[in-house]
């Protein structure tokens, strides 16, 4: 069955030139995604397109497997570096990692917190739902609801996606500082 299930997965992965947005919120955080339109409206401008091309492995790397390479030679913090560059696992870069993982987190985490919010104000319209009858306020509060339900639909799936993201990340090897 698993064996099926992967299958699957790595024929909806074809390779892809999606483009990927980085912006930086107003606490700092640094965000990414591959949909333009999941970036909120007050970031758009200041949003950059990063590289989406996938890094072409060296002769030395295709032979290799798609393994890592040696780390480097110097200690940081006691743990051996990895050279940045030329260095590919599961055929991506550091980079490639890193923007993926902060690319779900970031999108999980804006929909996570906007949720409250969007349960508020559905508490209000299903209060004037009852007190005021209207079917514009029946539309209003089904919309909420609607909205929500695909909020959490779509954080289910983004979920799945980091999960299955950190499945391949383990087979590859990925330094566990990557996933961050």
Same mark, same amino acid.
């Given at each position: ?96 990692? @890193?923007?993926? !993982?902060?690319?779900?987190?970031? =999108? /999980? +985490?804006?929909?996570? %917190? ?13 209060r004037k739902y009852r ?6 306020? @029946?539309?209003? !509060?089904?919309?909420?609801?609607? =909205? /929500? +339900?695909?909020?959490? %639909? ?27």
């Amino acid at each position: 069955m698993r064996y099926v299930l992967l299958l699957l997965i790595l024929s909806f992965s074809l390779p892809a030139s999606a483009e990927i947005y980085k912006w930086v919120d107003d606490k700092g955080v640094i965000n990414f995604t591959d949909n333009r339109d999941a970036i909120p409206a007050k970031y758009r401008k200041k949003a950059v397109q990063v590289s989406s091309e996938k890094p072409k492995p060296s002769a030395a790397e295709q032979g290799g497997g798609g393994q890592a390479a040696e780390p480097a030679q110097g200690q940081s913090g006691g743990a051996a570096e990895v050279q940045k560059s030329g260095t590919l696992y599961g055929g991506h870069d550091e980079d490639w990692w @890193r923007e993926r !993982y902060g690319s779900l987190r970031g =999108e /999980i +985490k804006e929909l996570q %917190d906007n949720l409250p919010k969007k349960r508020q104000e559905l508490e209000q319209l299903n209060r004037k739902y009852r007190l005021y009858t209207y079917s514009r306020n @029946r539309i209003a !509060y089904q919309e909420k609801a609607d =909205e /929500i +339900k695909n909020d959490e %639909d779509r954080i289910r799936e983004l979920m799945e996606k980091l999960n299955d993201l950190e499945n391949e990340a383990g087979r590859a090897g990925i330094p566990f500082e990557w996933r961050k």
